[in-house]
């Protein structure tokens, strides 16, 4: 008679596996809580102890970690030696495992969760049985995902087994499933000593979705998400209408939720291929968003819209007027959503807000690497850093309408330059090879705009060029890093014009 082993977790759909494999005449042994819930449901099973003849000890740490059981997943039925090894230690092959493991993930991700507490949902016996049938699937079919319960089943039923095609899937499964447990560990181990970094990165992540193509339609493409990811990022947003989320569109609303996290007053933040082309704030959101159109009604046509407050009847109409390819909000009020729908290709999605500021590291991929860094956020600490370099100092109107381009600023393509006043973005120039172009470029957008405006810059002037281009064209106020060896040369051109200029002393480069 043939055996399986089952010790699940995750109890959904085991009983009905079990009758199953009994009506196939296949021995079931069990342990612990799921040998309580299969005997409940009338099922017959053999405990650990039965077959190894030890006791289960230790609070339950040990007791499948026995030859008499890691021998009959391990042993090899095409070897005489290993069958007569088998045979000498009265070793029994076990032909079925059915394994998921402690529940570690959902321990750490509890608020109130001790150290003690995700120590002792750390699974050894689990993933040692997995790993153990695993390497043995030439004749130990293992699952440990309920999803393969049926067809498992259906093997069984139509051959008497299950094929080596599926034993190899699901062996593969089985090790993809144990070494993200292990990432998980490894990541909350090395939180809890403070190793900022590692000699080794384990990183895990959960499909969430196959995509139609990537970037463009030739490439095939999937978006994954973090298991423990924050409440506050593309992957938590729901999605409530619409098609399907392609590639681009992932990316882009990113970029415009990083933007929005930025500012607690209402505010609306167009994107169009992973740069703002318009952001607006304003008392209500309405008012928010139609700055953030006067900013760029061109640009706009087919863009990302972002609002941080919930959608009334009253912006949905002005939203239904544009195409548009995602409008993402906290909410949409019954009206609003009742006329958004109306289109049935519009993405409309809806994000927890609460949670926007969540420090954090960022990855981006490289050919055969990977490069890791610190989310650029901005400090409480950095606005006081700020120093006035010129002569003239700013006024309080200068300076918010500078407050509010850095903040842009630091979310546009470098070389990146951002013209604003206090209110709304009038003039954006991204992704130039020269900061001089960029500054052309949004001034030229800007043009006939400028009372009030002032010109943030991602990084130094390396020469007045720049300085000078934007006096020339009435910019009265600059915000920029400064560090540049020729700093003086842009300070002096800014005196000569009656400028106010601020150096952050932190550059915010954005590739």
């Not at 990811?229 to 619409?242: E, L, Y």
């Not at 933040?269 to 607006?280: F, I, L, S, Y």
């Not at 300076?399 to 330059?417: C, P, Q, Y």
Request: net charge negative; with cysteine.
């Amino acid at each position: 008679m043939k055996r399986a082993l089952i010790s699940v977790s995750d109890k959904n759909g085991i009983v009905e596996f079990a009758k199953a494999l009994i009506e196939n005449d296949i021995e079931i042994i069990s342990t612990g809580g799921t040998k309580k819930v299969l005997e409940e449901a009338g099922i017959h099973t053999k405990s650990i102890e039965e077959i190894t003849g030890f006791p289960e000890m230790l609070d339950g740490r040990v007791k499948t970690l026995h030859p008499l059981i890691h021998g009959g997943l391990l042993g090899r039925r095409d070897l005489a030696s290993h069958l007569e090894a088998m045979k000498e230690h009265n070793i029994q092959p076990i032909d079925y495992v059915c394994v998921n493991l402690y529940p570690f993930k959902e321990t750490i991700m509890k608020a109130d969760v001790t150290t003690a507490e995700a120590i002792e949902n750390i699974d050894i016996g689990g993933p040692s049985m997995l790993r153990s049938a695993a390497k043995n699937y030439a004749a130990v079919t293992v699952v440990v995902d309920p999803l393969d319960y049926p067809v498992v089943i259906e093997e069984i039923q139509k051959e008497g087994e299950t094929t080596l095609k599926t034993r190899e899937k699901l062996a593969a499964k089985v090790f993809r499933h144990t070494a993200s447990y292990d990432a998980l560990i490894a990541g909350f181990l090395t939180n809890l000593v403070g190793e900022t970094e590692p000699e080794k990165v384990t990183l895990t992540y959960d499909r969430q979705q196959g995509l139609r193509y990537g970037e463009n339609s030739h490439q095939e493409a999937s978006f994954y998400k973090e298991p423990l990811t924050v409440d506050f990022s593309i992957t938590n947003a729901k999605q409530i209408h619409g098609k399907e989320l392609s590639y681009n569109n992932i990316k882009d609303a990113d970029a415009a939720i990083r933007i929005a996290r930025e500012f607690s007053e209402p505010v609306t933040v167009a994107v169009k291929h992973m740069n703002p082309c318009g952001v607006g704030i304003g008392a209500t959101v309405f008012e928010a968003f139609q700055r953030a159109y006067e900013a760029d009604s061109v640009s706009i046509f087919g863009g990302i819209i972002v609002l941080n407050r919930e959608v009334d009847l009253v912006t949905a109409e002005k939203l239904h007027g544009i195409f548009l390819e995602i409008i993402l909000a906290p909410s949409f009020s019954e009206e609003a959503l009742a006329l958004l729908t109306k289109k049935k290709n519009l993405r409309l999605m809806t994000l927890n807000f609460d949670q926007a500021a969540v420090k954090g590291k960022e990855m981006t991929s490289v050919l055969g690497g990977l490069l890791i860094q610190d989310q650029d956020l901005l400090s409480p600490t950095e606005t006081p850093k700020w120093q006035v370099v010129t002569e003239r100092q700013p006024t309080k109107e200068e300076l918010k309408a500078m407050e509010f381009a850095w903040k842009v600023m630091k979310h546009v393509k470098s070389n990146g330059i951002v013209i604003a006043n206090d209110q709304h973005t009038l003039g954006i120039g991204a992704g130039q090879m020269n900061r001089v172009g960029s500054v052309k470029i949004a001034l030229e957008q800007a043009a006939g705009q400028l009372d009030g405006a002032v010109l943030a810059s991602d990084a130094f002037f390396p020469m007045s060029d720049s300085v000078e281009y934007a006096a020339s064209q009435g910019i009265k106020a600059i915000i920029q890093p400064g560090g540049s060896i020729k700093d003086q040369e842009s300070i002096d051109a800014a005196n000569e014009s009656g400028m106010t200029m601020i150096f952050t002393k932190t550059r915010h480069f954005r590739h």
